[in-house]
């Protein structure tokens, strides 16, 4: 016998007290529905609507907790019709369109979408979007009776469209006696049946959708409009409830069922109340795929399970392996995701067809191709893994050795200096991939080196940290990043075309004790000399060095700082900001006893106020 979940609930609970406070009465609502009491729960809730203050958002936490409990009643079909299925129309994929989150929906069902069914993203209105074409190629494959389900559907939302009820209606009969995609035409006829006045009818086919289809929101929410048009409003409260429990984001179910549902509360008695059934556990029952003899998508089922699906058919056409994390471009092509960056890296149009994709990199549209990959997995699911295995390799950016050693990859650019600012601008297809692996892979770290003048790069250099990065429109990108650590290089390579190098981190010598104390006295000075430098440097000097390298840092030179294996961070900003060549920069960076640096720093600045004072 089904229970109902407010049966623990009496009538006092819903008996008004006098004076009661609105707030407290629904912060105890929603604590006892967050507890799992939604008798006790809905009751309180009765009592708060006495009040003038209640609103349908005050029933939100009741919403969240009962489409919780449908959420963990239900099932999630992993079989390949299942991928192939639209989850809109939830019938059989029908020129399929790939959207920007890399969901998947027919053609038609797409028309005056804005937010994806599935994820809510938002779905680029000003794309002019093409069939998934390898897609497309396979269903056509796999299921013989396409194209008399395609050329059925779009006859009958023709005949929709132009209002012409009754060819539509003989159709639809014609296609139910054959079994093709039931609950789409007995959707089709309830609502048919309604414009009709045939409340009856439109209830019994509205019933039989969702026991062939019961994980189809739209399903459910019409069964929800045909019971508040028949005067059911309980039982639609309970079929909005499990719609909303299949997509919680959907934001237009969401606002329905907070609308009806204070309807109901608000005009219910305590008596009504007790008898409500909406949290039933009929609510949270699973509905289950009711076996229908006359459903030709059975048959369509056991022939998706003998599909077969050569490696040849789903290899990329760039890197001729097979589709790892596969993206569909607006043209319909599809590629591997990170073939299709490469490819963008290089020139703005589609690999295969030209066509222009500038409003993908402007947007950065990358999202893997949902279905896809499903496919991919379903018929290869060992050479998926393995191939993850391959490119995680192959991709690695930063991966350590030891404590002090590791493998970076090398922009060779200019001298950094730890602690101290460097934007850059990235345009170069090679260093856009590796900018790009450094932040797809969470390191966000690479090594800068000055280059040399016989074509390779200085022994010394800075690991550099990506702090912020801005796409432009056509691929490039404007990165802000900060030296972290000062490193030696020990041996060379090349990845996909740029370099990378085994690196040893270098750390300053410790000062000894006795030594300290005449470190501290003479950074003081160096200190003081570096205010004078920087008070005789004009205006827009100061701000060409404050718009490279930031601001100054703290400065200052305390016991634990004197401890610091690169020094005190102001140091390496003021070598940045001298006018010294790149060369007796790099020694700077390359020397590890930080009293040999101010002493060297201190000529400098004593030689160029020398100078200052001849002008």
């Not at 407290?24 to 729960?41: E, M, R």
Request: glycine share 4%; aromatic share 8%.
């Amino acid at each position: 016998m089904e229970r109902n979940v407010f049966e623990t609930a009496t009538l006092t609970d819903s008996q008004p007290e006098t004076n009661e406070n609105f707030e407290q009465l629904i912060l105890k609502a929603d604590d006892l529905a967050s507890d799992g009491d939604l008798g006790s729960a809905y009751l309180v809730y009765l009592r708060a609507s006495k009040h003038k203050e209640f609103k349908p958002s005050n029933l939100s936490k009741l919403i969240d907790c009962l489409v919780e409990n449908l959420k963990m009643a239900q099932q999630i079909s992993n079989d390949l019709f299942s991928t192939l299925t639209c989850e809109i129309c939830y019938g059989l994929l029908i020129d399929p369109v790939t959207v920007d989150c890399g969901h998947t929906f027919c053609n038609s069902c797409l028309s005056g979408i804005v937010n994806c069914n599935i994820c809510q993203n938002v779905v680029t209105p000003d794309f002019n979007r093409n069939l998934n074409v390898l897609l497309n190629k396979l269903i056509r494959g796999w299921i013989p009776e396409y194209k008399d389900i395609l050329d059925r559907r779009k006859r009958v939302e023709a005949l929709l469209v132009n209002k012409m009820y009754n060819e539509c209606l003989e159709i639809i009969e014609e296609s139910l006696k054959l079994g093709l995609e039931k609950h789409i035409y007995l959707s089709m006829r309830s609502r048919l049946h309604m414009e009709n006045g045939r409340g009856d009818s439109a209830l019994k086919d509205a019933e039989r959708v969702i026991n062939l289809k019961p994980n189809w929101i739209k399903a459910h929410y019409h069964l929800g409009e045909i019971l508040i048009q028949l005067g059911y409003t309980e039982e639609a409260i309970r079929s909005y409830m499990t719609g909303l429990s299949l997509n919680p984001d959907n934001p237009d179910l969401r606002e329905t069922i907070s609308q009806r549902m204070f309807q109901f509360i608000k005009t219910s008695t305590p008596e009504e109340a007790l008898r409500a059934n909406v949290a039933k556990s009929s609510m949270i029952r699973q509905r289950t795929h009711i076996h229908d003899p006359e459903d030709s998508i059975d048959n369509i089922k056991r022939k998706l399970d003998d599909a077969q699906l050569p490696m040849e058919e789903i290899n990329c056409s760039l890197c001729w392996r097979m589709l790892f994390e596969p993206s569909t471009t607006v043209c319909g092509h599809t590629f591997c995701k990170e073939c299709l960056k490469r490819s963008l890296d290089h020139s703005p149009n589609c690999p295969l067809c030209k066509s222009s994709l500038v409003q993908m990199l402007k947007h950065r549209l990358f999202s893997t191709d949902k279905i896809f990959e499903l496919i991919v997995k379903h018929f290869y699911p060992q050479q998926y893994s393995e191939h993850y295995s391959e490119l995680l390799t192959e991709s690695l950016c930063v991966s350590g050795i030891s404590d002090r050693e590791m493998k970076v990859p090398i922009f060779v650019c200019v001298v950094t200096f730890p602690g101290v600012r460097c934007p850059l601008h990235i345009f170069e297809p090679r260093y856009r991939l590796m900018v790009r692996r450094c932040i797809e892979n969470g390191s966000r770290t690479f090594g800068m080196v000055r280059p040399m003048s016989d074509n390779s790069y200085a022994n010394i250099g800075t690991l550099m940290y990506i702090e912020d990065v801005t796409y432009l429109p056509d691929g490039r990108s404007l990165i802000i990043t900060q030296g972290s650590k000062r490193f030696t290089v020990l041996d060379r390579s090349y990845v996909d075309g740029y370099n990378v190098a085994n690196v040893r981190i270098l750390e300053d010598e410790p000062i000894p004790e006795a030594e300290r104390q005449d470190t501290m006295n003479l950074h003081d000075q160096v200190l003081e000399q570096s205010r004078e430098w920087l008070a005789t440097l004009s205006e827009s000097r100061r701000s060409k060095i404050s718009q490279q390298n930031g601001d100054i840092p703290s400065p200052g030179l305390t016991e634990d700082e004197i401890k610091e294996k690169d020094g005190p961070i102001w140091l390496w900003w003021l070598i940045s900001s001298l006018p010294l060549e790149e060369q007796y920069k790099i020694n700077l960076l390359e020397k590890n006893n930080l009293t040999q640096r101010l002493r060297f720093i201190q000529s400098v600045l004593k030689y160029l106020s020398e100078m200052q004072q001849q002008r």
